[in-house]
Each structure stands twice: as structure tokens, then as C-alpha cells.
């Protein structure tokens, strides 16, 4: 295996550690550890617009229209939604099955895989020139 596949590979296996620690800590927790961050966000906007820019070539104004304020938009979203719409629920049968009750749940599914171009608007990330 070579030097990058093995390097994938451990942050596959750290991303599944989390995934378990993640779905161990119960709604109220994951909620206020997202409060956390879009709050740890804004302490250190500058830091992080710097790193966009840099990383990206988008000027200051792009990268926190673009890249930062719709995280602190989402964050706030599933700060707002999050107890509403994950709240364990009990809905009727269909008519197939009528009489019948399901039980829904939701729990964090675990590691997902996006896919994103690494070419965005013309400019090549970071990532990009390396590879």
C-alpha cells in the first residue's frame, strides 16, 4: 500500500472513531457542540478567512459571503431544527399494514464519502496542485 492510500486509510479510520463517539452523545450534546463551534467560528473568523483566501485565492468579502457565513447560517439552522425534526416519532400503518405502528428514530448514520471537483469557479485548491 502505498504512502497516500495508507494515509487515506487512517483518516477513514479516525472519521469512524469520531462517527461512534459522535453517535454515542446524546441531541441535546450534539446540539450544543454545534453551538460550540459556530460560536469558536466567530472568535476566530479572521484566522479562517485567511486560510480561505489563501487556499482558495477568493478575497475576503467572497470567502466570508461564500464559505463562512452560510456554515454560521447551517449551524444555526440545525441549532434551531435539530430537536424538532430528530425527535423520535410513532406513525400509522399504511393501508397495506393498517392497524400497525412504526417507530422511527434517527441516529447519526456514520462515515459518509463526498466528493467534491477540486477545481471551483476556475481556481484550484490547495489540494488540487498537490495531487
Do not use: N
Request: net charge positive; glycine share 6%; with cysteine.
Amino acid at each position: 500500500m502505498g504512502e497516500e492510500a495508507r494515509a487515506d486509510a487512517d483518516i477513514v479510520s479516525a472519521a469512524r472513531i469520531a462517527a461512534s463517539r459522535w453517535a454515542a452523545v446524546g441531541l441535546p450534546q450534539r446540539i450544543e457542540r454545534i453551538r460550540a463551534l459556530r460560536h469558536s467560528i466567530v472568535e476566530r473568523m479572521d484566522d479562517i478567512k485567511a486560510v480561505i483566501c489563501e487556499d482558495t485565492g477568493k478575497v475576503e468579502a467572497e470567502a466570508l459571503l461564500t464559505d463562512l457565513l452560510p456554515t454560521l447560517e447551517q449551524c444555526l439552522f440545525y441549532e434551531k431544527t435539530a430537536p424538532r425534526v430528530l425527535r423520535p416519532e410513532t406513525r400509522r400503518g399504511t393501508m397495506l399494514f393498517s392497524g400497525s405502528r412504526a417507530h422511527v428514530e434517527y441516529i447519526p448514520y456514520g462515515v459518509v464519502l463526498v466528493i467534491v471537483p477540486l477545481r471551483i469557479l476556475g481556481r484550484r485548491t490547495r489540494a488540487a496542485v498537490f495531487s
